[in-house]
């Protein structure tokens, strides 16, 4: 089994902040929006989720690639990470379902990360100060690092579904007497593709800047806004696309980065969180029954509270028992409704997963 090499690497935050460690992953250079995931388990699924994309992941949990890695724990075809911060890092792994080490896995991606740092000193740092652009690198110091990490651009006006997007319509499910369901994918994971295609659902799924009308030629019985990474308020090709999908009084289902831009598309703002949510364990309150959902999170960018209560046209459905953020909405006259969080989880706990059953319900009494 093949170990890390302990190859000094530095890990260099926006205010200055640097710490020390050693290369893990692919040897070089590379930098993003640092944040961190509280999550104990799934870190392939998380690595693999292309939300993450333009950032760099710190893991709070203190022993990373324990279990190595294999390929039916992906959301997407590679890590779409920027880079990986852990504590201290196996390069050995024990389960025997495992297909390599989590270094190889890295090392054939092209990941770089860094390991040997004092990740309880960063979280602490981030949760302080925010979340902010940090550089991860073998190769470089000083001034050459400081360099490159102002080339890193902000996450704020930040478009990026376009980056992990399909290039070309695809088909998943039979096609059979189920419903037919299109998925805008503005960087959907391939977990929440299954659990529709478990309901009998044939999807399919079109790249981020496809048009209602391109999609509308399929005759689909409902509609899919996908979760996907960047900032949803620079995203107007998505929620001019929403907008006509409701004109059209079709049913709608988003999650996460979907939430955001059926906001947007009836006239509720988003903004850019303090450090964002990323986790197995957010509890939320469901409106409707009054029970609470432990949930998986990964969002830093959030439906304005505020202006959501204000709203004619949409009312809140789910809110975050620890921040009082909005995590779910639907619209009082329309057949679409969002949550910020993850039903499909993968990882995370399942609480929430009736809610794909109840969009093949507003399927079913839309067509009605």
């Not at 990373?64 to 959301?75: P, Q, S, T």
Request: glycine letters at 8%; charged letters at 25%.
């Amino acid at each position: 089994m093949k170990y890390p090499t302990r190859k000094k690497a530095t890990l260099l935050l926006e205010d200055g902040t640097t710490f020390t460690g050693y290369s893990i992953g692919k040897e070089g250079t590379s930098g993003g929006e640092i944040c961190f995931n509280t999550g104990m388990t799934g870190y392939q699924e998380i690595y693999t989720d292309p939300s993450y994309y333009g950032q760099i992941i710190v893991n709070t949990t203190s022993h990373i690639g324990n279990y190595g890695a294999m390929d039916a724990e992906v959301e997407s075809d590679a890590p779409t990470i920027k880079g990986l911060v852990v504590n201290d890092f196996s390069a050995i792994f024990s389960r025997t379902k495992a297909t390599e080490s989590l270094q190889a896995f890295l090392e054939k991606h092209n990941t770089v990360g860094i390991a040997g740092v004092d990740t309880r000193k960063i979280v602490r740092h981030i949760r302080t100060k925010g979340a902010m652009n940090a550089i991860i690198s073998s190769e470089l110091e000083g001034e050459a690092l400081q360099a490159e990490l102002d080339k890193v651009p902000s996450m704020v006006a930040l478009e990026l579904s376009t980056q992990v997007t399909t290039k070309e319509p695809y088909d998943l499910g039979e096609e059979n007497d189920g419903f037919k369901v299109a998925i805008l994918d503005l960087g959907i994971k391939k977990s929440i593709l299954k659990n529709l295609v478990q309901r009998g659902c044939h999807c399919r799924v079109f790249p981020a800047k496809t048009t209602f009308a391109e999609m509308e030629k399929w005759n689909p019985d409902g509609y899919f806004i996908s979760n996907g990474p960047g900032d949803p308020a620079v995203m107007d090709y998505a929620s001019n696309t929403v907008k006509e999908v409701l004109d059209a009084n079709k049913p709608l289902f988003g999650i996460c980065m979907g939430s955001q831009i059926l906001a947007l598309a009836v006239g509720v703002p988003t903004y850019k969180m303090h450090h964002g949510h990323r986790g197995l364990n957010h509890p939320v309150k469901n409106l409707n029954t009054g029970l609470s959902e432990v949930t998986s999170q990964n969002h830093g960018f959030a439906v304005d509270m505020e202006a959501l209560k204000k709203s004619d046209v949409a009312e809140l459905t789910h809110v975050d028992l620890n921040h009082d953020t909005v995590e779910g909405l639907r619209l009082k006259n329309k057949p679409a409704f969002a949550v910020q969080y993850h039903p499909e989880s993968s990882p995370g706990p399942n609480d929430s997963i009736y809610l794909f059953d109840d969009f093949i319900q507003l399927i079913k009494d839309n067509k009605k």
